[in-house]
Every structure is written in structure tokens, then in C-alpha cells.
């Protein structure tokens, strides 16, 4: 069966550092992934998407690899913030159904 | 501009009760998906509706059903109400069924007792 695993647990860092997500997919083929951030009692917000034939991808703080071989995209946040605490869920789609599929997401906590 | 907005915001039933959320896409959106997120999930996928017809269903019973306007809002309808359908139903938004870039509202938090 399909399944998109990501951290399984929270992950707590320092102000500064880097904070690693990953998600890891099996039984897809995606074309494209694309990652969110949600917040509490929120919807989640779109950051940032990687296609398959892309291996990076950034914007700002943000950086997305997307390795199809491994079947998993690495999620970084660089030079974390406290506002950067929330929880971050991948995303898949084959294009071929239109049926977007999440994973349960990371949450993360950035201690100043 | 107006983003995705869901109506109501919070909305508590009993069990076997009839429920319709809204929503309203984002300006020239013309595709509505809806989710289901369940406390500590991901958003599950409900179904999608383009031209004001059901194109796509994730795994649901036929409770939960749908529908979309003219001007592209949509409703979502879950009828004899179980005390595991409490959970946050997220609309988003898109255009020509593509799912990139998704706009999502801030959800209806659904609550069955």
C-alpha cells in the first residue's frame, strides 16, 4: 500500500541551527512533492514544491532535495528562528489522479 | 484580496446528526478540495470538485457527499454524524484540478459527541 512516513517524532532545536525533516514515500511516483507548514487551528500554508527531475530546491531559509531513487525529500531550515515553530507536512501527487496525499507532519520547536 | 474562507469556524453535533460546511475559493480558483484532519494527522483527502461536478474521491463513505456552485464555493455535507468524523475539515483551492500550490482555508473544527 502507499505510505508517506515522515519524522516520527518532534523535533526540538536551537535558535541557529539547522533542522532537518525528512519524508520518506513508498509505493508512489510522484511528480512533484511539495512541502507545508501548518500552524495550530490553521490550514496549512504552501512553502515550497520540488519536481521529479529537480534535486534542489530553495527559497530564503528553506532548502528541498527530492531524491527519487531513495524515494525521500530532505526538508532544511537554516538559521532557525523561534517563529519558525510549527508543524511541517510533505505532500504528494502523481498527477495521474489528482489526489493530493499528506503526511502526518514533524512538528517543530525552535528555542531562542 | 480574499483568500480560501470556511464557514462556520467550530460547529459541535450529536451523533447521527446531519452536518454542511463552506467554503469559498480563493479569487480565480475554480477547483475545490476537501480534507479531513484528524488531531496529530495530515489532511486526509475527501474529494475534489471542478465544473461543479465530483472529479476525484479519496476513501469515504457515501456520507460524505458534496457540491459545488456556479461561482465555484462549494459545500460539504456528512450526514448520520459518528463520533470519529470530530475533526478539522479543511477546504483548498486551485486551478483547472492541478494540485500545486494549494490555498487552504483555516478549517471547520468539527466536533461529534
Known amino acids: 500500500s502507499q505510505k508517506i512516513e515522515q519524522n516520527s517524532e518532534a523535533l526540538n532545536i536551537q535558535e541557529g541551527k539547522t533542522a532537518t525533516l525528512t519524508c520518506n514515500y513508498t509505493?508512489?511516483?510522484?511528480?512533484?512533492l511539495q512541502w507545508y507548514r501548518q500552524d495550530p487551528g490553521r490550514g496549512p500554508v504552501f512553502l515550497l514544491l520540488?519536481?521529479?527531475?529537480?534535486k534542489e530546491k530553495r527559497k530564503e531559509r528553506l532548502k528541498v532535495t527530492f531524491d527519487t531513487t531513495l524515494k525521500q525529500s530532505l526538508f532544511h531550515i537554516t538559521a532557525s528562528q523561534p517563529a519558525d515553530s510549527a508543524t511541517y507536512l510533505c505532500a504528494l501527487d502523481t498527477s495521474n489522479d489528482y489526489k493530493l496525499s499528506f503526511g502526518a507532519g514533524t512538528t517543530v520547536t525552535v528555542r531562542a | 484580496d480574499a483568500g480560501v474562507t470556511q464557514s462556520p469556524t467550530h460547529l459541535i453535533k450529536t451523533r447521527g446528526q446531519q452536518v454542511t460546511l463552506r467554503c469559498s475559493p480563493k479569487s480565480g480558483h475554480d477547483t475545490v478540495s476537501w480534507y479531513q484532519q484528524a488531531l496529530g494527522q495530515g489532511p486526509q483527502f475527501i474529494f475534489q470538485y471542478y465544473e461543479e461536478e465530483e472529479r476525484q474521491r479519496g476513501n469515504f463513505p457515501d456520507r460524505f457527499s458534496g457540491h459545488q456552485f456556479p461561482n465555484y464555493s462549494s459545500e460539504l455535507n456528512v450526514n448520520a454524524l459518528l463520533l470519529g468524523d470530530s475533526a478539522l475539515y479543511l477546504c483548498?483551492?486551485?486551478?483547472?484540478?492541478?494540485?500545486?500550490?494549494?490555498?487552504f482555508g483555516s478549517g471547520t473544527q468539527l466536533s461529534v459527541l
Open positions: 520540488i519536481r521529479e527531475n529537480e
Open positions: 483548498a483551492s486551485s486551478q483547472d484540478r492541478i494540485n500545486e500550490k494549494l490555498f
Open positions: 509505493n508512489y511516483s510522484p511528480a512533484y
